[in-house]
């Protein structure tokens, strides 16, 4: 797609992304990623990979434990497996994005939904998680083992006295949004398909759009929020040889 001016920014391109399907990409540094929900209960499985070297990538333990969080949101720093910013959150109209729950199995599909696969439903089938991202993973040389655990976009946990974890019921409504800014050269990988945690009944998961800038929006909250967060930026500055 052309770029096309906006009254705010340039955007490079937009991707319609129906409900269960998958879609990745390149996206540059300094550029900005705007995901959005499309209808209510929209899931978002996201991962990320340095696109110029992709055994780098995302990591949730690292992305967690360096910033003291259960849940991710706007401020904070996606982090990879060798301590550098891959992305920061930095707009969003709902937050608590779910960071630890994977991607939905193909059983957590057929438990909740039931079993609709291609053989038979061609592509009213009901995809996982897990099989849209492996797709896409295929489509630039990874596989099972590069797939770890993604951020569940617009998806928030409830987590009680006990240690049981649900999602939350306040959910999303059609046009909220998060956005990222890419701190190093990104492959980004998104299935829609529903949350692992998703409550049984029909098959009918949200529509995602999928905006990219030309200009990703300001990182200074990010860097400022922790003494973590701003050496990981300094470590991706290094690699990138402009510090």
Not at 92 to 111: F, N
Not at 172 to 186: I, K, P, Q, R, S
Not at 227 to 235: G, H, I, P, V
Request: charged share 25%; proline share 3%; hydrophobic share 40%.
């Amino acid at each position: 797609m052309k770029e096309r001016e906006t009254s705010e920014r340039t955007v490079l391109w937009e991707e319609h992304v129906p409900g269960g399907c998958h879609a990745s990409f390149r996206l540059g540094c300094g550029q900005g990623l705007r995901l959005m929900a499309l209808a209510p209960k929209a899931n978002a499985s996201v991962l990320l990979f340095n696109d110029d070297d992709r055994s780098e990538r995302y990591n949730m333990a690292d992305t967690l434990k360096a910033q003291h969080t259960a849940a991710l949101g706007a401020g904070h720093v996606l982090m990879s497996d060798m301590g550098r910013a891959l992305a920061a959150i930095c707009e969003e109209s709902v937050s608590d994005h779910d960071p630890i729950c994977g991607a939905s199995s193909r059983a957590d599909i057929e438990r909740c939904f039931g079993a609709r696969r291609f053989e038979h439903a061609r592509n009213a089938m009901h995809r996982s998680g897990q099989e849209g991202l492996l797709i896409e993973l295929a489509k630039w040389g990874l596989g099972k083992e590069d797939l770890v655990a993604p951020i569940n976009f617009f998806s928030a946990l409830a987590i009680d006295d006990e240690g049981r974890v649900a999602l939350r019921g306040d959910g999303v409504d059609c046009g909220d949004f998060v956005e990222w800014t890419a701190v190093l050269n990104l492959l980004c990988v998104i299935s829609a398909a529903p949350h692992p945690l998703a409550a049984p009944g029909t098959y009918a998961p949200a529509d995602l759009r999928v905006i990219a800038y030309a200009q990703g929006g300001d990182t200074g909250a990010s860097v400022a929020r922790c003494a973590e967060n701003a050496r990981a930026f300094k470590n991706s500055h290094r690699y990138l040889g402009d510090c």
